[in-house]
């Protein structure tokens, strides 16, 4: 939450201070000065010219504070395995969830009309007291395939939190990337942890989210087209 409100800080200081610098700039190239009465506690009122440099030296002062908000970093206290493996299964869940997922344990859903999407949290079999290595496993949902495909015992029934294994198409963040290999993110006693959580969010933002946005009705989905690619058995 406060990584929202921090991102948010620094767009709406962006902003004011392209403004201002908006208004210095018109000001300097119009020669144009503001003038206005300012009227003192204890003295009559006097004028006051505002000259091009006011705005601009404004604007300044908020790019300087929002360059300040956008590199501070929050101080963390000392976490064995378990606390960074915590930290960031919690960081996962608030940025799902101000994209309107809900949770239940590891697994997240979206509901958008007749489609759905999942994002699943693996870990892996083999982690133990030294590593912890987990991945993401994410899926479009659609009523059509369950009822088609899943619904066994024919009741017609559709899951009101479906599981990525439900879905009609299946696939690993690692598919979504650029090199389209299976990834796997590794927490261990050396790992800087807000490093790694970076690198997960921008997975998410520029890859997930978008992947999910492709598919906005169950006329988009073409089940099976993409489950586990070679290299990403689970």
Not at 25 to 37: E, G, K, L, P, Q
Not at 83 to 102: M, Q, S
């Amino acid at each position: 939450m406060k990584d929202k409100f921090q991102r948010q800080g620094f767009i709406i200081l962006m902003i004011c201070s392209a403004i201002m610098l908006g208004i210095g700039i018109y000001m300097f190239v119009a020669d144009f000065n503001s003038t206005s009465i300012v009227t003192g506690w204890r003295s009559n009122p006097s004028e006051q010219t505002i000259s091009w440099q006011t705005p601009v030296f404004g604007a300044l002062v908020i790019l300087i504070l929002g360059i300040l908000i956008k590199i501070d970093k929050p101080k963390l206290p000392k976490m064995d395995i378990q606390g960074k493996r915590t930290f960031v299964f919690e960081k996962i869940t608030d940025y799902l969830k101000e994209n309107d997922f809900k949770k239940r344990g590891n697994h997240f859903f979206k509901s958008n009309g007749s489609i759905g999407y999942c994002v699943y949290i693996q870990n892996d079999k083999w982690n133990d007291a030294n590593q912890i290595s987990f991945t993401l496993n994410i899926g479009i949902f659609t009523d059509a395939f369950w009822l088609e495909c899943l619904d066994f015992k024919n009741t017609g029934i559709i899951p009101t939190f479906p599981k990525e294994y439900d879905c009609a198409i299946r696939s690993r963040i690692g598919s979504l990337l650029p090199d389209k290999e299976d990834k796997w993110y590794c927490i261990t006693s050396g790992t800087d942890i807000m490093k790694l959580w970076r690198e997960i969010e921008r997975d998410l933002t520029e890859y997930s989210m978008p992947f999910f946005a492709r598919y906005s009705t169950e006329s988009d989905v073409i089940p099976n087209q993409c489950i586990y690619r070679k290299g990403s058995a689970p």
